[in-house]
């Protein structure tokens, strides 16, 4: 099994920053691709950004020149800088990871999700 926390939510308002980390650990042999999710309310879960093991990267229409995806392989974190907020971004951020691991002696790759943190911006 492999545990994804989630870090860095909060208020904040309109214009400002934050930045989100999400760490992953157990079984890991390696970690594929990390990214970000976020859910508003009432609303489906969306991808926000996504980051490959080599650090190739995608955004939303809707960040893309306002946040940032990165990672730290040797530390199995991924995070989220978020500048700009706007009141729109308001919702609840999922950290998602594909990550290989063996498994009864076969290597397996699985998708986890943390649990999530929440953003909200406002005034």
């Known amino acids: 099994q492999v545990q994804l926390v989630e870090s860095g939510g909060g208020l904040v308002q309109p214009g400002g920053s934050l930045r989100l980390s999400c760490a992953a650990s157990?079984?890991?042999?390696?970690?594929?691709?990390m990214a970000w999710y976020r859910q508003a309310s009432g609303k489906q879960r969306e991808l926000v950004a996504r980051?490959?093991?080599?650090?190739?990267?995608i955004y939303a229409i809707s960040v893309k020149g306002r946040f940032t995806i990165s990672r730290d392989n040797a530390k199995n974190t991924v995070y989220l800088q978020m500048n700009s907020l706007k009141p729109e971004d308001t919702a609840v951020y999922y950290c998602?990871?594909?990550?290989?691991?063996?498994?009864?002696?076969?290597?397996?790759?699985?998708?986890?999700w943390g649990k999530g943190t929440l953003v909200t911006v406002s005034s």
């Open positions: 980051i490959s093991s080599g650090g190739s990267t």
């Open positions: 998602n990871a594909d990550v290989s691991g063996w498994q009864g002696g076969t290597l397996k790759r699985v998708d986890y």
């Open positions: 157990g079984n890991i042999f390696s970690i594929n691709e």
